[in-house]
């Protein structure tokens, strides 16, 4: 487990600056979700705290370290991405595995990591077959699994549930949180969905333009929004 600090942390892209400096602090084991509309940086926040995308300015730190031009394979962080990213021509045991036999984790190990991520996300039946031959719940199970067996100490979700129907999408928000009270990983989500955020979370940051509006409590956020703008975005009386 770990908790993730940012300070002051800039991102610009050539000119454009589209995160201001930002500071947040997500403590250990927190289910942290990042809303906000379109465009207003949740990817690219997130994505820095992966080390998938470079930090223009300040300093992030997990747990004591500081990670802020850490190369990705070197946090400890795990991204489950919305388009599952799966190889078609791999079963769901190879795909799960895929990460630990490039770093050449032992076979017996593999397997022991693999099975049990099986367990957890209920697809011990799926394991020989194709991601084609699955449903899109399953497969988003199959990219998670892929996350659990490296054993992160972060959990980073962008968007993950935006391709399945409303009624899968509600499912696996359930399942996302069991997990989460499972593992008791510090998890951070992004959605521009404010019912996800609001059901999920146990502490929303809402994002405009880069800047954060509020963090707080669903409850507080609803109760008492901190301005015009995120009532309105959270569908809180304002
Ligand atoms: P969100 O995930 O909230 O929809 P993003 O973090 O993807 O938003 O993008 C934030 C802003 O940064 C947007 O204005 C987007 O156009 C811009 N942006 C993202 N990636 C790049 C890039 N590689 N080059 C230039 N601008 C980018
Ligand atoms: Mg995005």
Known sequence: MATISLNGVTKSYGDLQVIPPMDLEIRDGEFVVLVGPSGCGKSTTLRMIAGLETVTGGAMHIGDREVTHLRPGLRNCAMVFQSYALYPHMSVRENIGYGMKVRGTPKA??????????????????????????????????????????????????????????????????????????????????????????????????????????????????????????????????
């Not at 059901?199 to 015009?228: F, W």
Request: glycine letters at 4%; hydrophobic letters at 45%; proline letters at 5%.
């Open 109 to 238: 190990e593999a397997a022991e990591a693999i099975d049990n991520a099986a367990r957890i996300l209920n697809l011990t039946d799926y394991l020989d077959r194709k991601p084609a031959a699955l449903s899109g719940g399953q497969r988003q199970r199959v990219a998670i699994g892929r996350a659990i067996v490296r054993d992160p100490d972060v959990f980073l979700f962008d968007e993950p549930l935006s391709n399945l129907d409303a009624k899968l999408r509600v499912e696996m928000r359930v399942e996302i949180k069991q997990l989460h009270r499972r593992l008791k990983t510090t998890m951070v989500y992004v959605t521009h969905d404010q019912v996800e955020a609001m059901t999920m979370a146990d502490r929303v940051v809402v994002l405009k333009d880069g800047i954060i509006e509020q963090a707080a409590d669903p409850i507080t956020l609803y109760e008492r929004p901190a301005n015009a703008f995120v009532a309105e975005f959270i569908g809180a009386p304002s």
